[in-house]
């Protein structure tokens, strides 16, 4: 029941039937909560409105159409995405960030007791590359420690397990979503030497190049609107230069393997 709901009932006297506790049989609640146990919670980052049909297609099509997935709606701007197992949604949930309809999906693990009023969205996980530093610097530690001053470190790639990957630190981070992006760091690696290191987002597809934040567009950007003498110039701070998938096409070499699994992770979220 809604908190408004019990509190204008407070002023009211129950009758006796509706005082009697409705009691559910624990076995039942185990049983729905065994249900949802490999589910996500995701909401479209919007004010405006979009096809709610059209959105679990899309979504169905780009995750590769995963038998058994249900995609309820169960609130404004909010979907409960219910997995036939963990392996789909943690792929799903690693992959990300998501985008339908040029807005940003975001995601998180469902947890017991969560109700459409509750839920909040804090944060966003991004695969985040730190390109700049030393190449004996290119180490799982080392990235460790970085991105815990970006964030929440979720996992480094193992950089034993790629082949010859040796030019920039992979971490998946979990960052908040009230802050702009950042661009990059100034990293001081032990006596004092300082190097700046580049941040590059994969899947950064939609956000504000005039203020660096993700719920908006930049033409929605109300620094950028605030009009001469405020605002953003011609010259935006951010851009699509911190998007990973920018610098492969500005002419880095890479394995094969690896183009093509970026340009189809790249290709994925669009749209
Ligand atoms: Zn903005």
């Known amino acids: 029941m809604a908190d408004d709901m019990v509190e204008q009932l407070r002023k009211f006297s129950l009758t006796p039937e509706e005082e009697d506790d409705i009691v559910i049989d624990p076995s039942l609640r185990v049983r729905a909560v065994e249900a949802c146990s490999s589910s996500l919670v995701g909401k479209l980052l919007?004010?405006?409105g979009f096809g709610r049909a059209a959105l679990k297609d899309k979504m169905r099509k780009v995750?590769?159409?995963?038998?058994g997935l249900r995609i309820l709606d169960v609130g404004e701007n909010l979907f409960h995405f219910r997995f036939a197992n963990d392996m789909d949604m943690q792929r799903v949930l690693n992959g990300g960030p998501w985008c339908f309809d040029n807005l940003l999906l975001l995601l998180k693990r469902w947890e017991v007791g969560m109700k459409a009023d509750s839920v909040e969205f804090k944060d966003i996980e991004f695969w985040i590359q730190l390109w700049g530093l030393p190449f004996e610097c290119?180490?799982?530690?080392?990235g460790k420690a970085i991105g815990e001053r970006i964030g929440t470190v979720l996992e480094v790639h193992k950089i034993a397990e790629s082949n010859e990957w040796g030019r920039y630190i992979r971490i998946r981070v979990s960052i908040p979503l009230n802050r702009p992006l950042r661009r990059g760091g100034n990293v001081v690696l032990g006596e004092g030497d300082k190097c700046w290191v580049d941040y590059k987002y994969e899947?950064?597809?939609?956000?504000?190049?005039?203020c660096g934040m993700l719920d908006h567009e930049t033409r929605d950007c109300a620094e950028k609107n605030k009009g001469v003498g405020g605002g953003c110039s011609k010259e935006f701070a951010y851009g699509a230069w911190m998007n990973a998938s920018q610098s492969y096409r500005r002419g880095y070499r890479w394995k094969e393997?690896?183009?093509?699994?970026?340009?189809?992770?790249?290709?994925?979220?669009e749209g």
């Open 46 to 48: 919007t004010k405006r």
């Open 63 to 67: 995750w590769g159409s995963l038998a």
């Open 138 to 142: 290119i180490t799982q530690e080392i």
């Open 203 to 210: 899947r950064l597809l939609v956000f504000c190049h005039c």
């Open 257 to 269: 393997g690896d183009l093509a699994s970026q340009k189809r992770g790249y290709n994925r979220g």
